[in-house]
Structure formats: structure tokens, C-alpha cells
């Protein structure tokens, strides 16, 4: 095998270090540009074309053949394509795209293991409740359909994968389709002894997330993790593993917990009818999280919404009304919040600006101010219920 380029190889060591780097950015005759903790900052070296190019056919060396054909063809088809690279133990997803006659690379540094459900900076009930219901499903076998929702660069896969780690715990077979493969779920330390964890990759391993998905569902699986769903037969054929039994989890762009209910449905439209898809969500959805990123004070926090549907969601979604759902959010079932009360804790537990908040989350200052009342609110009441209790049973 050849040997990696010297130079980008040693701005891949350099963005090693330990402050938050994500993204190497490079560009044809600019300097190359690191992402710190959402900005970018330039390291002044400038890249040759000549060099991109060395670094490009050095990737696609360390391909087998068949896979090297199919990210051509992708590549001359869609013009950018994306894959895992490893080098040692460092892992990287790393986006070719073509641009004016040459094209750019990046890399997005990825961890070794994918980080625990606590370390995401959920909302604590919303992390409760996604816990049990992962307990209560992997326990009894049940199937259901998880659904992790945002705009790209959201930390969608970095949810997703949380929920695959403690899922992991359990002894399951968990099948996974991705697109690269980004984290290595057996490296997991307190993965469940008789726990099998198999990941396949984009026309690495199966061409299609319709056919590797057909696929997998005939490899006995418990567990199925769905990287995105892009066309209307992988929809589908989710729907139809979460109806038969299945556990499957996924990902769509959407910006709200609703209305990645009315993305998928119209991802089907074509091999179902939304009829049959919005009763088919509605007996298999167990949980939306949609999330954004606000970036304040030199660190990035998630911000997100839930929805665990309960018997009045569910009738809302079959009746194809779930419109109505987001007015009721806060105020469902345990687990469930809206971006505004959840970005209103963020604020009154960890200081971030009122402001940057409000504006990821497209909210006025007096809107999102409501919103920190509400739940300055209910955090009284939850310290009135406290003082009424002594000693495990109620003052009367």
C-alpha cells in the first residue's frame, strides 16, 4: 500500500489536538482550514491542486476494486461521493467534492467510540424516558421505529449512534447501513457479551439502503440502524421491519419532531399510501428527537425536541393531523418538550445566551422569554411538590 502524502498527513496530526477540532477543510491553492468548535480557523498552509490530487489517488488505493468502481461512478454521477478512512486508530468521514475542474476535500475527525446518551446533553427527562423505552424494548424483543431529526451538521449520527451504544448493552443483533461507517461499535467497553453488532457500508457492501435493508432483514436481526432514509423503498421496507417486529432506528432532514412525521410520509408516497403510511407510524413510532446546535461561549450545545407519541398523538398522526401535536408538546407525555422550553432550561442550567439560543431556534427575544418563564414555572412547582412530601409520604 502506498504511503499517506506528507503533507496533508501531518495537518490530519495537527488537528489531533485536543480543543475541539472537527473539520479539516481543504481547498486547491488556499490555505488549508480548520473547524474549532463550530469556526473556522486557517493553519496558512496553501495546497496545490497537484497535492489534493496525490492525497485523492492515495485514498482510493486503499479501496478493493469493486469499491473504488462504485465511488467513480458516484462521483462522476452526483459529483461528490463520501467514505470512511482509518489511519492506525484515527478515523476520519471524509467528503470529495468536485469543484471548478478540481474538487475539495474534507475530513470530519471521528471519535473511537461513539460518546453515552449522557454526554449528548439531553434534556434529563427526555434522557430517561429514551432509556426505558430502549430497556423496555430491548428486553421484551418489541419492534418500533426511532427517528433522530435535524439539518445537516446537527450531530444527527452522533445521537443516533448514543442510542445504538446503549441499545449495545443488551444481548441483541444489531445490523447496521451506513453511509460511511463512522463509529466502531465494537469497540463499545460495556458491550453486552452476547451482543452481535454487524456494519455494512454503502456500495461498499450493498448498493442501495432499499436493498441492504431487504438484505438485512433476512440476517435475523433484533436491532436494525437505518443511516438515512433517501428513497421511498427503504421507507418502506422500515416501516414494514418496525411492523414485523423490528427495532429500527434512523435519521431524516427535518427541522422539527412533526414535521419529520410528514417528511417520511411523503418519502413513501410513491409505494404507499399516505393513508397506509401515517397508520403504519402510527402503531410503530416510539420516539422523534429533532436537535440543532447553538454554539456560546466557545462551545457547542445540543438543543433539542422530543416526542414520545401516546394514545391522542397517535390518533392525531393516523388522522394525519399532527400539526396539532407541537402546541402540545410540552405539555404530553413525560419525555416529550419542545425546542423552546428545552433551549429555556439550557439557558437557566448551563448560562448559554438567551439570544444565540432564540436564534438558532428562530424565536423573538419576547417569544423565547416565555418560554424561560414557563419553565422557571415549573420548576417552582416541581420545589412546592417537594416541601409537601416529608418523610415518603405526603403532608396533609
Do not use: C
Amino acid at each position: 500500500m502506498k504511503e499517506p502524502p506528507f503533507l496533508i498527513g501531518e495537518l490530519l496530526k495537527e488537528a489531533s489536538r485536543p480543543d475541539g477540532v472537527s473539520d479539516v477543510h481543504l481547498i486547491p491553492d488556499f490555505p488549508a482550514v480548520l473547524r474549532v468548535l463550530g469556526e473556522l480557523e486557517s493553519t496558512g498552509r496553501i495546497l496545490t491542486e497537484e497535492e489534493l490530487k496525490e492525497w485523492a489517488d492515495y485514498l482510493f488505493s486503499t479501496f478493493p476494486e469493486n469499491f473504488r468502481k462504485r465511488l467513480f461512478e458516484k462521483l462522476e454521477k452526483d459529483g461528490g461521493v463520501s467514505f470512511a478512512y482509518q489511519e492506525g486508530r484515527k478515523r476520519y468521514r471524509v467528503a470529495l467534492n468536485r469543484l471548478d475542474g478540481s474538487f475539495e476535500l474534507v475530513f470530519r475527525i471521528l471519535p473511537e467510540v461513539p460518546p453515552k446518551l449522557e454526554g449528548l446533553g439531553l434534556y434529563k427527562k427526555t434522557e430517561e424516558r429514551l432509556k426505558r423505552e430502549i430497556d423496555t424494548l430491548s428486553n421484551a424483543k418489541k419492534g418500533g421505529l426511532v427517528i433522530i431529526a435535524g439539518p445537516t451538521g446537527s450531530g444527527k449520527s452522533t445521537t443516533l449512534a448514543a442510542v445504538v451504544r446503549e441499545i449495545l448493552k443488551f444481548p441483541l443483533k444489531v445490523s447496521t447501513l451506513e453511509d460511511p461507517i463512522e463509529y466502531r461499535y465494537d469497540r463499545i467497553p460495556e458491550r453486552h457479551k452476547n451482543s452481535v453488532v454487524v456494519q455494512r457500508e454503502l456500495f461498499r457492501d450493498f448498493p442501495t439502503f432499499a436493498e441492504g435493508l431487504y438484505q438485512a432483514l433476512r440476517s435475523d436481526p433484533n436491532v436494525m440502524v437505518v443511516g438515512e432514509i433517501r428513497d421511498p423503498k427503504s421507507g418502506l421496507y422500515a416501516l414494514n421491519a418496525a411492523a414485523s417486529g423490528h427495532l429500527v432506528l434512523t435519521t431524516i432532514h427535518a427541522e422539527r419532531a412533526v414535521e419529520a412525521i410528514t417528511v417520511f410520509v411523503n418519502k413513501v408516497k410513491e409505494v404507499m399510501s399516505a393513508d397506509e403510511a401515517r397508520t403504519q407510524l402510527a402503531f410503530t413510532l416510539r420516539a422523534v428527537i429533532a436537535q440543532k446546535l447553538v454554539r456560546s461561549g466557545g462551545k457547542r450545545y445540543l438543543v433539542h425536541e422530543a416526542l414520545f407519541p401516546g394514545l391522542g398523538e397517535r390518533s392525531q398522526i393516523k388522522a394525519g393531523d399532527e400539526g396539532q401535536i407541537v402546541s402540545l408538546l410540552d405539555n404530553s407525555a413525560e419525555g416529550s418538550i419542545s425546542f423552546g422550553l428545552h433551549g429555556a432550561h439550557l439557558s437557566l442550567d448551563k448560562g448559554v445566551n438567551e439570544a444565540e439560543i432564540a436564534g438558532v431556534l428562530n424565536l423573538s427575544p419576547e417569544e423565547f422569554r416565555e418560554y424561560v418563564e414557563k419553565a422557571r414555572r415549573r420548576r417552582g412547582e416541581v420545589e412546592e411538590k417537594k416541601k409537601n412530601f416529608s418523610h415518603g409520604g405526603l403532608v396533609f
